[in-house]
């Protein structure tokens, strides 16, 4: 088979992948998120210019072109040439960039991530192996990775924004383990049945396998994979207790665990009423002042800066909901904030939220972490704001905590105390709170797409998305409404 240098990391990791593409394709999973896709061709395309003038082989569905007209390119003396195309025996590659000077070649791999990792030093290694089995003199590999500790000024720096790094004697020195793994993965995928490889570590890192649910049918329902994601147990812990023939939640019952993990498991493997402790929950919510806010973020997070004083990565508010009642038995009213998609949200955002919280009151977040960091951010941003979002921060609550300390657990939470689970536990049959009536935006990854994608939609689509985008984080906030005034009638 032809292997692409894509094809090549998905075969190292496991040549069972492979194989299922060619075989039984119906079955893959599509893991893969436009929005990510979106930022990966970004950063790609915005590090094309950080050695200087380039020229650009286009994408054609025809390798042999791209092949062509690196071919004709490269006659060249001295150029800088990206998605220079190679096949050396079946073996294709597209280098993000490319340099020649005189008889020299030097390699740039793009990457959106701010650490060198071993698949990415694979990736390198892989187009080392073809262009220099082709007979080019390669003088230097490199990693073009991100910068963590860089801030944006008024004009985004590509110079600060990337980092280079040489690679070149950890690629030289995987020469004969790419060559061997060249020749294993095509050994697998040109088996006739299906390669007897079962699940491992590799289904999990470096990425999550789209054929999981496939090679995992077989498993009970209730098995080692599915267990509650907040109990502690890694990946790693999983996966070697599976080994070691631990798979069904009452084979983990019998191990040595955490009285958190016997809980939730006690309450998975048997019928059993919720557990409500009165006392705790009656302190907290005996804590409670009004007028009390209920408030809810939503934010993106982007490998590129997007406006001045953000770094990489770093999580940029665009949205609020403010549920709030002035007295205990008040009218509950409602605030609410949604950037435009296109401009800098975070200052227009900020003027609301300090006019629409008064100040030293009480203000309830779900997870409140999250929440201070996002105003502490605020604050460090807009010195005339400061004193009044860090007011708002140091009067916030955590509506978490009866949930996460236990005060109250029931078996419909499934060991977990997000929003998401408490919910529908505490309110099995209510429509108007259940997050899958919503449309279009379901939970905080939906909200994030859905901000970056706004700018690309036309005036009508818009409108609907943004106004998707409000009811969802208005559930959130009167999610919590109702979540106190169902804890308040369990201490009755």
């Known amino acids: 088979m032809k292997l692409s240098k894509s094809k090549f990391i998905s075969g190292l990791t496991c040549p069972k992948i492979l194989w299922l593409d060619n075989n039984k394709k119906e079955y893959k999973e599509d893991l893969m998120n436009e929005v990510i896709l979106d930022y990966g061709k970004e950063v790609g395309s915005l590090a094309r210019g950080l050695l200087g003038e380039f020229i650009l082989v286009e994408f054609d569905k025809n390798l042999n072109n791209m092949i062509n007209t690196t071919n004709e390119l490269l006659k060249e003396e001295n150029i800088i040439v990206c998605e220079a195309s190679f096949n050396y025996n079946d073996n294709f590659c597209s280098i993000d960039i490319l340099k020649k000077e005189k008889d020299e070649y030097y390699i740039y791999e793009v990457k959106s991530s701010g650490t060198l990792k071993d698949i990415f030093i694979n990736d390198v290694s892989y187009q080392y192996y073809v262009l220099t089995k082709l007979g080019y003199n390669v003088k230097q590999a490199n990693l073009v990775t991100l910068n963590l500790n860089y801030v944006r000024d008024e004009e985004l720096d590509i110079n600060k924004l990337f980092k280079i790094n040489d690679v070149t004697e950890s690629v ?59 109990l502690k147990f890694s990946i790693n812990k999983k996966v070697d207790l599976y080994k070691k023939g631990i798979i069904t939640y009452d084979d983990v019952s019998n191990q040595e665990l955490d009285n958190n993990t016997k809980m939730v498991l006690d309450y998975e493997l048997n019928d059993k009423p919720d557990y409500i402790d009165k006392e705790h929950i009656k302190e907290f919510i005996d804590t409670l002042t009004y007028p009390l806010y209920y408030l809810d973020f939503e934010t993106f997070h982007s490998p590129i800066p997007r406006y001045p004083h953000t770094k990489v990565y770093q999580q940029v508010p665009f949205q609020y909901s403010l549920h709030f009642m002035e007295t205990k ?80 657990y029931s078996k419909r939470m499934e060991g977990s105390y997000s929003i998401k689970y408490v919910l529908p536990a505490l309110f099995p049959n209510e429509p108007k709170l259940d997050y899958h009536n919503l449309k279009q935006v379901h939970n905080g990854e939906e909200a994030q797409d859905s901000y970056l994608l706004l700018k690309k939609k036309k005036f009508i689509p818009r409108l609907i998305l943004r106004h998707n985008m409000l009811k969802y984080c208005g559930l959130d906030t009167y999610a919590m409404v109702m979540i106190h005034k169902k804890l308040e009638e369990l201490i009755k």
């Open 329 to 408: 038995n008040g009218d509950l009213k409602h605030r609410e904030f949604l950037g435009d998609g296109i401009t800098d949200p975070r200052r227009l955002l900020a003027e609301h939220l300090v006019y629409d919280i008064k100040q030293n009151c009480m203000v309830m977040a779900y997870n409140m972490e999250f929440e201070k960091g996002v105003i502490k951010s605020l604050a460090d941003t807009y010195p005339d704001l400061h004193d009044k979002l860090m007011n708002i921060y140091d009067h916030c609550v955590d509506l978490i905590v009866p949930f996460k300390n236990k005060y109250y």
């Open 172 to 230: 030289i020195e995987k020469q004969q383990f790419i060559e061997e793994n060249i020749t294993r993965i095509n050994k697998v995928c040109n088996e006739e049945n299906e390669p007897d490889i079962g699940i491992s570590l590799h289904c999990f890192k470096p990425y999550p396998c789209p054929y999981f649910k496939y090679c995992s049918r077989n498993l009970p329902k209730d098995n080692i994979f599915t267990l509650p994601g907040n």
